[in-house]
């Protein structure tokens, strides 16, 4: 496992922008993929971008070319940049990490979550 501790979220108007940041520690393995997912109330966590060891990216189609997602891999911190905010982009954040353990198995952990809310 890993601990995340997300920052960044906020109240901000549409239009406006918003960087989130994640970092990662005490992990018992090396970190694979790490990602951004949120959840709105009332509504399934989802998958909104994630990010491969390697730097490979996906986005939800709801965010592609808004959101841009980056990761500093020495400082196993992870960041999502979000542009053109919408009011349907209203949720909590969470950043998840999934960890390659020495028995080559994967375990994902995920943060405790930051609000960010986008007023019309």
């Known amino acids: 496992q890993v601990q995340l501790v997300e920052s960044g979220g906020g109240l901000v108007q549409a239009g406006g922008s918003l960087r989130l940041s994640c970092a990662a520690s005490?992990?018992?393995?090396?970190?694979?993929?790490m990602g951004w997912h949120r959840q709105a109330p009332g509504k399934q966590r989802q998958l909104v971008a994630v990010?491969?060891?390697?730097?490979?990216?996906n986005y939800a189609d709801s965010v592609k070319g808004r959101f841009t997602i980056s990761r500093d891999t020495a400082k196993n911190m992870v960041y999502l940049q979000m542009n053109s905010l919408k009011p349907e982009d209203t949720a909590v954040y969470y950043c998840?990490?999934?960890?390659?353990?020495?028995?080559?198995?994967?375990?994902?952990?995920w943060g405790q979550g930051t609000q960010v809310t986008v007023s019309s």
């Open positions: 998840r990490a999934i960890v390659r353990l020495s028995d080559g198995t994967r375990d994902g952990s």
């Open positions: 005490g992990s018992s393995g090396s970190i694979d993929d």
């Open positions: 990010i491969t060891s390697g730097g490979t990216t």
